[in-house]
């Protein structure tokens, strides 16, 4: 399969990210992986090179709308166009809601929430600049449609999330960019920490008790782009073997 986009990936350096930036490189595609850690970045891209793809590093904070702004433009200068933005990077921070201070809010609403804007935004005006028909694919979370405790930053990231794929779409289905996202139950990333009685809580919260490993989410993304999905339009498909089917 040659698909031969030029696919931005956030968060690419680690998880989910990376899984996803090794497929859609298999697959034909162009990575710009990008993310806050460049040595992760960058071992993403020569992992990528080594097997004939092709990919380029971005060091970026995905939290600073003029750092997105110009990690759309590396793409276009790297790769001579843009069809296509993982909206990704994120992190989470476990704190009860009445410890919950301004700050700790911030923190998580910014790197989590105000990205995706940002990468909606900044990623679909140059498309429409382009004249390139791309697709813009969001990470969200279980917790964007249900409760978790000492999450009340994280959930609300990632409703939101849920809702800027189902707007985005219908603000941009004119411009023939679709935009969906993907909503992870617990995937094996390190983002979950080190714990493995917190591990093994986890596990047993899917259908297999197990957590999902993350190039089962990055399958869903590799088809999410492809043209094989151009049905899918809005909509969050949860990769969250049964959670929230049987919680
Ligand atoms: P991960 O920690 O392996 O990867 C996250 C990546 O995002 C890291 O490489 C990190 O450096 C990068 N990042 C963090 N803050 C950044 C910033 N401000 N700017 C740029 N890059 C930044 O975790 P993951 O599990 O692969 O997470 C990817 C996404 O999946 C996140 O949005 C996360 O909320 C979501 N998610 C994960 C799980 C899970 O259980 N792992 C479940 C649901 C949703």
Do not use: C
């Amino acid at each position: 399969m040659a698909e031969n986009k030029a696919i931005i990936i956030t968060g690419g350096a680690s998880g989910i990210g990376r899984e996803a930036a090794y497929q859609l490189a298999e697959a034909g595609n162009a990575i710009v992986v990008a993310d806050f850690n460049e040595e992760g970045a960058k071992e993403t891209v020569s992992a990528i090179e080594a097997k004939g793809g092709k990919a380029a590093a971005f060091k970026v904070d995905v939290s600073k709308a003029e750092e997105v702004e110009a990690m759309v433009d590396f793409a276009v200068e790297s790769f001579g166009t843009l069809n296509g933005i993982f909206n990704n990077a994120g992190i989470g921070l476990v704190k009860p809601l009445l410890e919950m201070d301004p700050a700790s809010y911030h923190k998580v609403i910014d790197v989590d929430q105000h990205s995706v804007y940002y990468g909606i935004y900044y990623g679909a005006k140059k498309m429409v600049e382009l004249g390139t028909k791309g697709t813009i694919v969001n990470t969200a979370s279980i917790y964007g449609s249900m409760a978790a405790k000492g999450s009340f930053n994280y959930n609300a990231a990632k409703a939101a999330v849920v809702m800027m794929s189902k707007s985005g779409a219908l603000e941009l289905a004119e411009h023939g960019i679709r935009v969906v996202g993907v909503a992870p139950g617990f995937i094996d990333t390190p983002i979950l920490g080190n714990d493995p009685e917190m591990k093994k809580a986890l596990s047993a919260l899917h259908m297999h008790n197990q957590l999902i490993q993350p190039e089962k989410v990055a399958n869903v993304v590799k088809f999410l782009f492809s043209e094989e999905a151009t049905a899918i339009n809005g909509s969050t498909v949860a990769v969250d073997d049964g959670f929230l089917s049987f919680k």
